[in-house]
């Protein structure tokens, strides 16, 4: 048997499953933990499970899958619904360097009210000349720093969103490497048009945003996905914020680097499944 991918949501799971068993190809749902992981029974048909699945992820909620559950569905699945609670799903669809950032940004943010920006910006802020470069930490620290409450909660929120998922599919390294690597780059972007004064996790959001689409379009079998409107509605807010539409001041550079960073790695890490399906 061949593992096809995990997912969190097990009616997602099974309604695939369901689909299908209408296209004459067998495969099972099995209950691990926190994943509904399915299963292929004959090799064989794997390619074609794998083009129908790119496909049913583009658009889980289509007809024809809701259709095939009522024609092919199983009442008798084992698929068990937990009372709902915020904390458990928090918790469930993020791993321990995803809610350890959250919590950071969230001690830093509570800091910042409580003693002024000023001053939390004075130990966190990119290096603003050479003799602060030696202290690694501000490449990128100004991740932490957030201005406003709607600032950190939108940041957060897509933080947990495509940061969760991505560290249980691939490991919390991954997601450290990209984080890493992103907030670095996105802030010397940045600070080329605004200098060191700025700070936000945006700039590591959307490299998640570029990484998780580019991923999920190309290797959807890696569990990893953004919704094309989802990926459209952040590239329309991106231009927005360059013809200053919001009104907001916006670290546009740190927005595009971080992107442009996201797809490219993404590409990179799906390189060699592309050129096997050639």
């Known amino acids: 048997m ?12 099974q309604a695939f ?22 299963w292929l029974a004959d090799d064989h048909h794997l390619e074609q499970v794998q083009h129908e699945l790119q496909q049913f992820l583009i658009d889980p909620l289509n007809s024809r899958y809701r259709a095939a559950s009522w024609q092919a569905g199983n009442t008798d699945a084992d698929l068990h619904y937990q009372g709902f609670s915020y904390l458990q799903t928090l918790r469930s669809k993020a791993g321990p360097l995803t809610l350890s950032v959250m919590v950071l940004c969230i001690a830093v943010y509570i800091l910042m009210q409580a003693l002024g920006d000023d001053r939390v910006m004075y130990w966190l802020s990119w290096p603003q000349n050479s003799s602060q470069y030696l202290q690694l930490w501000r490449w990128v620290s100004h991740a932490f720093l957030h201005f406003s409450l709607l600032h950190i ?23 450290f490497v990209l984080a890493v690597v992103s907030a670095f780059f996105s802030g010397w972007a940045q600070s080329l048009f605004s200098g060191a004064l700025f700070g936000g996790l945006s700039g590591v959001v959307y490299a998640l945003m570029g990484y998780c689409w580019l991923s999920g379009e190309r290797a959807p079998e890696r569990g990893l996905m953004l ?12 231009v927005a914020g360059y013809f200053d539409i919001l009104g907001m001041s916006i670290a546009n550079a740190a927005h595009v680097a ?3 960073l ?3 790695m993404a590409f990179w890490d799906t390189r060699h499944r592309a050129h096997n399906e050639q």
């Open 258 to 260: 971080g992107l442009v």
């Open 2 to 13: 061949v593992r096809v991918i995990a997912v969190s949501n097990p009616r997602l799971a």
């Open 153 to 175: 909660t939108f940041n957060l929120l897509w933080w947990w969103y495509l940061g969760g998922p991505l560290e249980k599919r691939l490991g919390a390294g991954k997601l």
């Open 227 to 238: 919704p094309r409107g989802l990926m459209v509605f952040s590239v329309l807010w991106l």
């Open 17 to 38: 499953v369901d689909y299908m068993t209408t296209q004459g190809i067998e495969l099972k749902v099995h209950k691990t933990g926190e994943a509904a992981e399915i």
């Open 262 to 264: 996201g797809l490219l």
